[in-house]
């Protein structure tokens, strides 16, 4: 494999543990849910779908939490979540 000079690598991404998939769902789910509620959508950088992954399970948690549907749309960048029909 060549390098050109002065180009650094692509960095590469480490896999989560379950552990750390967990506690991201468990930390992101009241950042969301309050953005939610402050403005009726939370949007944010998902480019994995790792990442698609575990904001939709924090969507999920925010839905059962406020007992209301919340629904998600992820673009393979970005990951909008929103209130969805009652």
Do not use: C, W
Not at 29 to 49: C, K, N, Q, S, Y
């Amino acid at each position: 494999m060549s390098q050109h000079f002065g180009v650094p690598p692509a960095p590469r991404r480490t896999p989560l543990t379950a552990e750390e998939k967990a506690r991201g769902e468990a930390a992101f789910a009241p950042l969301v849910a309050e953005h939610l509620l402050a403005g009726g959508r939370f949007r944010i950088t998902a480019d994995t779908p790792e990442m698609v992954e575990l904001f939709q399970n924090a969507a999920r948690r925010v839905s059962d939490s406020l007992q209301r549907p919340v629904v998600s749309y992820a673009n393979g960048r970005d990951i909008v979540i929103t209130f969805g029909e009652d």
